[in-house]
T-cell receptor, first 112, second 108 residues
Framework: GAGVSQTPSNKVTEKGKYVELRCDPISGHTALYWYRQSLGQGPEFLIY????????DSGLPNDRFFAVRPEGSVSTLKIQRTERGDSAVYLCASSGQASEQFFGPGTRLTVL | AQRVTQPEKLLSVFKGAPVELKCNYSYSGSPELFWYVQYSRQRLQLLLRHISRESIKGFTADLNKGETSFHLKKPFAQEEDSAMYYC??????????FGAGTRLTVKP
């Protein structure tokens, strides 16, 4: 089957705008994760869903960031009033029973 | 607090030479350690995990709780091993903490 997919692959926006990043996990995977990867750094945890609920959102940097997973499958990461410092690659991963996380290709966000 | 340290940002070896990518961690609980790899223009993927005690593509990693280390080793590096390598610390099915990564270059 298909792996984790993320759309768009690239997003360029202006400072202050609102953006939504989408993640389609592997079918049947109950756990879904969002990470942010800045240049030269490893992925940084943002939020983890188990089913529809956010089990751990301690990595969200501030209240401009929000994520939802209303039906326990697709997830959307929402960023309000974007800032230049939000520019990064946003990674999504999903996992099933085992702890291995399967990663998507990422969305490269550029805030001008 | 969980923390993963990869002290080398860049590592370069010649083909056929042994390679060791260092990883140290701090965690008060029982750690679950992973190595992830990202080849050029590909997505991040799992290479190996300590609980499996397996060798993947000739790589092995042993968890040393006394030294809080999980170094990745391969006796004879190949050019196709050139990639970014990330050590990660997980808590079951919860979030993963990644190191900053080491870029391995294997020269011909």
């Amino acid at each position: 089957g298909a792996g984790v997919s993320q759309t768009p692959s690239n997003k360029v926006t202006e400072k202050g705008k609102y953006v939504e990043l989408r993640c389609d996990p592997i079918s049947g995977h109950t756990a879904l994760y969002w990470y942010r990867q800045s240049l030269g750094q490893g992925p940084e945890f943002l939020i983890y869903f188990q089913g529809t609920g956010a089990a751990d959102d301690s990595g969200l940097p501030n209240d401009r960031f929000f994520a939802v997973r209303p039906e326990g499958s697709v997830s959307t990461l929402k960023i309000q009033r974007t800032e230049r410092g939000d520019s990064a690659v946003y990674l999504c991963a999903s996992s099933g029973q085992a702890s291995e996380q399967f990663f998507g290709p990422g969305t490269r966000l550029t805030v001008l | 607090a969980q923390r993963v340290t990869q002290p080398e940002k860049l590592l370069s070896v010649f083909k056929g030479a042994p390679v060791e990518l260092k990883c140290n961690y701090s965690y008060s609980g029982s750690p679950e350690l992973f190595w992830y790899v990202q080849y050029s223009r590909q997505r991040l993927q799992l290479l190996l995990r300590h609980i499996s005690r397996e060798s993947i593509k000739g790589f092995t990693a042993d968890l040393n709780k006394g030294e809080t280390s999980f170094h990745l080793k391969k006796p004879f590096a190949q050019e196709e091993d050139s990639a970014m390598y990330y050590c990660a610390l997980g808590r079951g099915n919860n979030d993963m903490r990644f190191g900053a990564g080491t870029r391995l270059t294997v020269k011909p």
